[in-house]
């Protein structure tokens, strides 16, 4: 990852990451993983790095979430659907 894809990420304000698709936010994620494997940063770099990735993580755990549940309503409304069906 280049220094000017790096400065990108950690220049990420809390608005743009709420508006960042799961697949974008593991697309970051992955970024950033690439450049610890590639280790050519400065440590301070580094764990800013670290920190933004936390917080990428965070909120793309809170997208599975939002997933989950909306598959588990829309699993509820087929259920229901077919036992009306069933009467």
């Known amino acids: 990852m280049d220094l000017e894809s ?10 743009k990451i709420e508006k960042l698709t799961f697949k974008q936010l593991m697309e970051l994620i992955d ?22 990735a936390i ?3 965070m909120k793309a755990r809170e997208k599975l979430a939002e997933v989950k549940k909306r598959k ?16």
């Not at 950033?32 to 800013?48: A, H």
């Open 6 to 15: 790096v400065q990108n990420i950690l220049n990420l304000k809390k608005e």
């Open 55 to 57: 917080i990428l993580l």
């Open 31 to 52: 970024s950033i993983k690439s450049s610890f494997i590639s280790s050519e940063l400065d440590i301070e770099t580094q764990i800013e790095l670290y920190s933004k």
């Open 72 to 87: 588990e309503e829309i699993d509820k409304m087929y259920e229901d659907f077919v036992k009306s069906m069933d009467q």
